[in-house]
């Protein structure tokens, strides 16, 4: 709950393409739709190239902003804004992607600007 919203805001915050990630839901028993999540993410992935080459980054860059990433999740402040934001989502009910993501980016905008900056 949340880590789609947050996940995709520090791919952007370090300059990579957020549809490089995707979070979609299949269970055991939906076998056809497992193989078309995972066939469709496989296309997009060819279609947007390399990690870091198709966003004009070298590989050095590219290590620094993921290394950065790393360093920003890894952080209390911001896991303990997470544990807020979440807290808040369970509270408020409403389990839409529309009202998580805004949740998640409310709670966490002054963590995450102080740990990017």
Do not use: C
Request: glycine share 6%.
């Amino acid at each position: 709950m949340g880590a789609d919203a947050l996940i995709r805001r520090i791919l952007k915050e370090v300059g990579l393409n957020e549809e490089r990630y995707a979070l979609r839901w299949a269970s055991a028993a939906e076998a056809p739709r497992f193989v078309q999540l995972i066939t469709e993410f496989t296309m997009k992935m060819k279609e947007l190239g390399p990690l870091g080459e198709a966003e004009g980054l070298s590989r050095e860059e590219l290590e620094q902003r993921l290394q950065h990433a790393l360093d920003v999740i890894s952080s209390q402040k911001v896991r303990i804004s997470y544990g807020n934001a979440a807290k808040a989502v369970r509270k408020d009910g409403i389990w839409t992607r529309e009202h998580i993501d805004e949740v998640v980016n409310t709670k966490m905008a002054k963590s995450l600007e102080k740990a990017f900056a």
